[in-house]
């Protein structure tokens, strides 16, 4: 017998690129709805109750609602939006965060799924939290790029449509500058930090893929690393684990002429995990596909856990670059 899987905010940047995912594989069949009632509390509660498995791609408001609109108690729900990342009763939708994430995503009714920056953010920081190289209170602070595909369809008409040749648009941006990017509350809880980081993102002129980037100071470690032993940590941290890779220290074998883009990872799954530095200094950086291992990669990855199937299944997606 098929999965029943209700994508809710299936026309959208998240939907579209999960769709592109599940429509490979002959295990799963799609409930659809009436595209002229996307939006219709009533014919999406339908839906909603009748599926195995939902997948929320939606606005933070309409996931709460949509979670709201089910009744039937054997739904799971895998949400792709802000709403439910650091609320009681969800599991976080990253395996690879220690040795029983995988477990609790297994049996869970509710997942939520990382944000696209805190997926690279807690990908760099939860192994030297877990391994007591950072304490608590690191003054740590992060960076990060994504391409204009992470801001959703408006965004991306803006890039490809009706701003294109603005040249407003030509430049990387910086944006999220009270420093309350929605990413920080669960930054700060999956890693047990006492103060969320002092993040700044970015968004650059081109559609998809993130660097997100963590410098570190030796002296400020509670274990005595230098970059290289950073690495090694890590390579034995993610030993065996299908998705992330960590790259050998201050390999630049695949870069140009020392310049590194943001797009490697792209259509992936994977997420690449970078150190450089010396010995005072560090730097992690973590790259991935914003719309891969930073959305609709993981709630696939997700999907394929919550049913007991090879996590691996039908995670290439549709690569737009
Ligand atoms: N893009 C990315 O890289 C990432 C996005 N996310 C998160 O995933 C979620 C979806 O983002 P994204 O796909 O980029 O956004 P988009 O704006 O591209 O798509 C959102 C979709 O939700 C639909 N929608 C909006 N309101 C409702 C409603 N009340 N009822 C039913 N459908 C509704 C929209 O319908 P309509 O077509 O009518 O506009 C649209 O199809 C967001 O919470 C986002 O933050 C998470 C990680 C990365
Ligand atoms: C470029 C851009 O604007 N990106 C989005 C993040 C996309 C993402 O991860 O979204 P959710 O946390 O909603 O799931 C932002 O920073 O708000």
């Known amino acids: 017998m098929k999965h029943r899987i209700f994508v809710d905010g299936r026309h959208g940047t998240t939907g579209l690129e999960l769709g592109a995912r599940l429509a490979a594989r002959d295990d799963v069949e799609q409930i659809v709805i009436d595209p002229e009632k996307h939006r219709d509390p009533a014919a999406r509660k339908a839906c909603l109750n009748e599926a195995e498995i939902v997948f929320l791609c939606l606005p933070d408001a309409a996931a709460r609602e949509a979670v709201a609109l089910i009744e039937n108690p054997a739904v ?3 949400d792709a939006s802000t709403a439910h990342r650091t609320a009681s009763g969800w599991i976080y939708g990253f395996p690879e965060l220690d040795k029983a994430q995988r477990g609790k995503i297994r049996t869970a009714s509710r997942v939520a799924v990382p944000g696209c920056h805190a997926t690279g953010f807690n990908a760099a920081v939860h192994p030297l939290r877990a391994e007591g190289v950072l304490t608590a209170d690191y003054p740590l602070t992060a960076q990060s790029i994504s391409g204009y595909s992470g801001a959703g369809k408006a965004m991306i008409a803006q890039y ?7 040249p407003a648009l030509k430049s990387p941006r910086l944006y999220a500058l009270g420093l309350h990017h929605k990413h920080l509350p669960e ?3 999956i890693n047990a930090l006492e ?3 002092l993040f700044t993102p970015m968004v650059g002129p081109y559609r998809q893929g993130m660097l997100v980037l963590l410098p570190l100071r030796r002296e400020l470690l509670a274990k005595d690393l230098d970059a290289a032993a950073v690495r090694e940590l890590y ?7 299908p998705f992330i890779r960590v790259i050998p220290f201050d390999d630049q074998s695949g870069f140009d002429g020392g310049y590194f883009g943001a797009d490697g990872a792209n259509g ?5 995990l970078f150190v450089f530095g010396h010995d ?7 790259r991935l596909d914003n719309l891969g291992k930073g959305a609709s990669g993981a709630a696939v990855q997700c999907m394929n856990l919550m049913l007991g199937i090879d996590e691996r299944t039908a995670l290439v997606g549709a690569a737009h670059f």
Do not use: C, F, H
């Open 280 to 286: 005072e200094e560090i730097l992690v950086v973590s």
């Open 187 to 189: 930054m700060q809880a």
């Open 268 to 272: 992936t799954n994977r997420l690449d």
């Open 235 to 241: 390579a034995a941290y993610y030993q065996g684990e």
């Open 195 to 197: 103060k969320p980081p």
């Open 76 to 78: 799971r729900v895998i």
């Open 160 to 166: 490809e449509d009706t701003r294109k040749d603005d």
